[in-house]
């Protein structure tokens, strides 16, 4: 009888391999064979999956958006105060090692997007997404705290703070710490709600 193969479990396992190889080697180590070899398959196992480079890094994206969005989703919901939407907030900054994996290999696709047309639909749809995120997270801070305030201007700031931050934060760790990214978010969020 032939071997049934879960390909979802497979899938994920190729995810977890992928963020293991980012933070080691950064987003220039992602390879079908990097990975392969992480994952403890050959390079003809993973092409099973992915028959080019390009459709790894597809995949690559595709995965961070599946493990961000529920995750931030849930925490957002879930918050009924202040505290409860910085967190939320904070899983989409680099402030843990598996964090920083995660914003390494989304500013590496995002940029690569620009000159890979088979990047750009995802990354397009990752950043719409992720822009949706920001509008939920001004309506419901100011469902919780009563504060009125532009919340359309208000969105379109708290995405772009939270970017130059998931950027600097990724790129120089040494000089933006988490504890300063945290302290950014709650100056911003403080200063959005005390009128």
Do not use: C
Not at 181 to 191: E, P
């Amino acid at each position: 009888m032939p071997k049934t193969v879960d390909h979802e479990a497979r899938r994920v396992e190729i995810a977890e391999a992928l963020m293991r190889v980012v933070r080691r080697d950064g987003y220039a180590g992602i390879s079908v064979r990097n990975v392969a070899t992480e994952a403890g398959w050959s390079a003809g196992a993973m092409r099973y999956y992915f028959a080019s480079q390009a459709e790894l890094l597809s995949f690559a994206l595709l995965a961070i958006a599946d493990r961000m969005g529920p995750r931030i989703d849930a925490l957002l919901t879930a918050a009924t105060d202040l505290h409860g939407i910085e967190a939320a907030l904070a899983e989409t900054l680099p402030i843990t090692e598996e964090l920083r994996a995660e914003s390494e290999v989304w500013l590496g696709l995002v940029a690569a997007s620009r000159t890979d047309r088979t990047l750009r639909p995802l990354a397009e749809r990752a950043h719409t997404a992720l822009r949706g995120f920001y509008v939920e997270t001004v309506r419901r801070l100011a469902e919780v705290t009563g504060a009125d305030f532009d919340q359309e201007a208000e969105s379109v700031r708290l995405h772009a703070l939270i970017d130059g931050l998931a950027i600097q934060g990724t790129l120089y760790p040494d000089q933006l710490t988490p504890d300063t990214m945290r302290a950014v978010v709650r100056r911003h969020l403080t200063s959005l709600t005390s009128g």
